[in-house]
């Protein structure tokens, strides 16, 4: 089985002026993610899943140094292009392996028709059946935001600056692109996140100076759970 590869990952709750501030300098040498739009953003929208206990949302809020949690997530409202994913962190730092995973598979997990996944030649798939089978891991919430990402090859470094965060409260309806949301965080603030793998190039550190905004454990997830 291939090692897994973990990275680091930081974040921070930034201001208006804070963004741009930092973005002026950092596109001077990172390049912006190549599925960016015009605006050089993206759309993001994921389905989390937790269990009857608020497994996922209480390991976040305690600190719990070993966790992970599943997700379902696609771009710029594009079906064709789904991913089933798994987070995990274990002492501060991060790895993520994914699946695609097409548009009817997830209504059927949404309509609880799981029996599928046991017999996938998809080790993640598997994995997700024995989570809600016996773990009862259910679709819980869903997370909108938009993103503006940068990438930099020495250190594999990726920045991005996530914007206008959203929580579809209670609802699972995935695929709604109408579906009602509210903010989960405060439009004033913008969460920037760092991410890379062994170090982080010095030149990055320059740019990405937040002064008085010390990184923080944010989660997304964990902000749309505040509203059900």
């Keep these: 089985m291939k090692d897994l590869k973990f990275r680091n990952e930081i974040k921070h709750y930034i201001n208006i002026s804070d963004y741009f501030s930092i973005r002026s300098r950092l596109?001077?040498?990172m390049r912006i993610d190549k599925n960016s739009n015009a605006d050089r953003e993206y759309r993001i929208r994921s389905l989390y899943f937790d269990n009857i206990r608020d497994k996922v949302?209480?390991?976040?809020?305690?600190?719990?140094?070993?966790?992970?949690?599943f997700r379902i997530r696609f771009y710029n409202d594009d079906h064709s292009f789904i991913r089933l994913e798994k987070k995990s962190k274990i002492n501060g730092l991060c790895n993520k392996i994914s699946e695609s995973i097409s548009k009817n598979e997830c209504k059927r997990i949404l309509n609880r028709?799981?029996?599928?996944l046991k017999v996938s030649n998809k080790g993640l798939f598997v994995e997700l059946y024995s989570k809600m089978k016996w773990d009862l891991l259910r679709p819980k919430t869903i997370v909108d935001y938009t993103r503006e990402a940068y990438v930099y090859p020495v250190g594999n470094v990726r920045i991005t600056f996530d914007k206008n965060i959203r929580t579809g409260?209670?609802?699972k309806n995935l695929f709604d692109k109408d579906l009602p949301t509210i903010n989960s965080v405060d439009n004033?603030?913008?969460?920037?996140?760092?991410?890379?793998?062994e170090f982080l190039p010095a030149i990055i550190q320059d740019i990405?100076?937040?002064?008085d905004r010390p990184a923080q454990s944010?989660?997304?997830?964990?902000?749309?759970?505040?509203?059900g």
Excluded: C, P, W
């Design 27 to 29: 596109m001077q040498i």
């Design 57 to 69: 949302l209480m390991e976040k809020i305690n600190g719990i140094n070993k966790r992970e949690k």
């Design 113 to 116: 028709d799981i029996d599928f």
């Design 169 to 171: 409260i209670h609802s």
């Design 188 to 197: 004033r603030y913008i969460v920037l996140e760092v991410k890379y793998d």
């Design 208 to 211: 990405i100076q937040t002064n």
């Design 218 to 227: 944010i989660s997304k997830y964990a902000a749309a759970r505040i509203y």
